[in-house]
T-cell receptor, first 114, second 112 residues
């Protein structure tokens, strides 16, 4: 089944404790992206990647890191989480060079930073 | 960067009525305008999209119109049903689908 898989789905952590949210897609998509969703603010892009070893900042990259060492994986790293990073995070992927720009979203990861 | 404004933030209609959600964008170079639907507790999913070389696109009860001169686009849902209740997001992109900038969302409630 074609899908984008995120882990963990739910996480409660404390300020300053490094964490990684993994994202993996099995559709051989070149493009991958991370969004955060907050009430009243919609979906805001954190980072995106056009291909392996190519990453770019989105609108709200502060406090986050990403890497794209393999085509299928695009982990989101919070080196020193803070309470303002409490949010619902979505990973998404999309094929490049097709007639549609459809984003395929993962199920989301709800992160709480105390 | 691109700024996408979406109105209204909430919309309540009776079953069978039409619903219209409007978005404006700031960058005239934007060329791709998708709409996503997010049901409660679920992921966003694409329901319809339009490119800048097209003025209108329709898919059954859903249609999207684009006015490039005014830099706005709208989602039209006809004959609404309770299962249309969800949050709808518009988006715009300069790069045919990548680095999408989303509006803040419209919560649509369809009452029986």
């Amino acid at each position: 089944e074609a899908q984008v898989t995120q882990n963990p789905r739910y996480l409660i952590t404390v300020t300053g404790k490094k964490l990684t949210v993994t994202c993996s897609q099995n559709m051989n998509h070149e493009y991958m992206s991370w969004y955060r969703q907050d009430p009243g603010l919609g979906l805001r892009q954190i980072y995106y990647s056009m291909n392996v070893e190519v990453t770019d900042k989105g609108d709200v990259p502060e406090g986050y890191k990403v890497s794209r060492k393999e085509k299928r994986n695009f982990p989101l790293i919070l080196e020193s989480p803070s309470p303002n990073q409490t949010s619902l995070y979505f990973c998404a992927s999309s094929p490049l060079g097709t007639n549609t720009g459809e984003l395929f979203f993962g199920e989301g990861s709800r992160l709480t930073v105390l | 960067g691109e700024n996408v404004e979406q109105h209204p933030s909430t919309l309540s209609v009776q079953e069978g009525d039409s619903a219209v959600i409007k978005c404006t964008y700031s960058d005239s170079a934007s060329n791709y305008f998708p709409w996503y639907k997010q049901e409660l507790g679920k992921r966003p999913q694409l329901i319809i999209d339009i490119r800048s070389n097209v003025g209108e696109k329709k898919d059954q009860r859903i249609a999207v119109t684009l006015n490039k001169t005014a830099k706005h686009f709208s989602l039209h849902i006809t004959e609404t049903q309770p299962e249309d209740s969800a949050v709808y997001f518009c988006a715009a992109s300069l790069n045919s689908g990548y680095a999408l900038n989303f509006g803040k969302g419209t919560s649509l409630l369809v009452t029986p």
